[in-house]
């Protein structure tokens, strides 16, 4: 087994993991990251994010070419699905895409260690699996990332019981599939099986869809994924689901079992901190498991930093990234800080949801005066070219000051859009700013120019 001393070890090659290992090299830290996948990326590259963008796409096109094609003078023929080829089409991006972080680290000079890292003591590592090795660092950074959350009454069998990371894969489409939990992943892998041929129900214990987002945009979703085939029961609780012969059946807490081909669970997710050695060094979780740790990522152990999924907060790369880099900046003596009202959500189903800031409900409990603004996209001529008019944007705004509180999307690109909101409100701007800036025409953008231009009720098109 080999001996080798690091300044900094970063257990986890995910978004903030690798992130935060190519920024400490930068900063002139002897770097090591640690994984036991082979291909680097974490969950998110390999069967989170990436994946499930390249089936959305994917599954959009060919639906699109099913039932929009025609009606703008495209006449195609005979289409067909070959899931083989689509699978194989988003693998191959994934193996790109981690292949290409290889070479970043190898790049940044940050040495791999390919196995199970565990600390067996303060500043100790050690790694096990296709590497063995003992490593030693002033400082220790998790990024360990989360997995599903499993209930024990659902008969998990990732096949035809499984989580997301089945749901990438089935081998057929099935002819009804159930989704347990109406939430961001549910709805995108519902939306692509949906797409692909398959009756979804959407089964969610909330009485509303998304109740983290603004109960407006809540709503047009709603109706918007009805329309497009996608079927809910609000206010429903699963006891148990099995597999029974050739299928399934979800038992419910009330009414009939729902028979169906394929069950994906997608109840949230938890942390990954089992295993770590962290409970022998007596370093400080929450009761779900989430290392505590202070504003500068430092756990209740000197020297062990956490970041990302396992310390909790919004379940996002981007956020895992972001908090990454600001851990090893202050590590290096930098002022870091990351503006946790200012980070983007977006939900990828057709059309996309994203947001930003506070939402309406928000601000009436928290007694914060507000005006808003909206434009659907249907008054925007770009959105009418592209024969994509379901949404709307939403911008709120303080009713004295004007300064941006909260920015709502549901359109076309919204995930795209919603990046001038975040610009917007990390420089301070009002809603005024936002409406003096030229915006280019035609393009979706305009929606939010126009919103803008709604809060002070002096909107042109809409």
Known sequence: MQEKEHDLVVIGGGPGGYVAAIRAAQLGMDVACVDENPALGGTCLRVGCIPSKALLESSYRLHAAEHTFASQGIQVGDISLDLNKMLEHKDG??????????SLLKKNKVAVYQGRGKLTGANHVEVTGATEAKLTAKNILLATGSTPTIFPSIEVDYDKIGTSTTALSYPEVPKKLVVIGAGVIGLELGSVWSRLGSEVILLEAADRLLPMVDAEISRLAQRTFEKQGLKFQFGTFVESAKVEGDGCVVYLKE?????????????????????????????????HGFVQVDPNYQSSLPGLYAIGDCIGGAMLAHKASEEGIACVEKIAGQHAEVHYDKIPSVIYTHPEIAWVGQTEEELKEAGIAYRKGACPF???????SMGDIDGKVKILADEKTDRILGVHIMGANAGELIAEAVAAMQFGASSEDIAK????????AEAMLEAALAVDKRAIHC
């Open 378 to 384: 249907g008054a925007i001529g770009r959105a009418r």
């Open 255 to 287: 009414g009939e079992p729902i028979t169906a081909d394929r069950v994906l669970l997608s109840v949230g997710r938890a942390p990954c901190t089992k295993n770590l050695g962290l409970e022998e060094l007596g370093v400080e979780l929450d009761n």
């Open 437 to 444: 800036t030229c915006h280019a025409h035609p393009t979706l």
């Open 93 to 102: 991006i994934v193996k790109t895409l981690t292949g290409g972080i290889k």
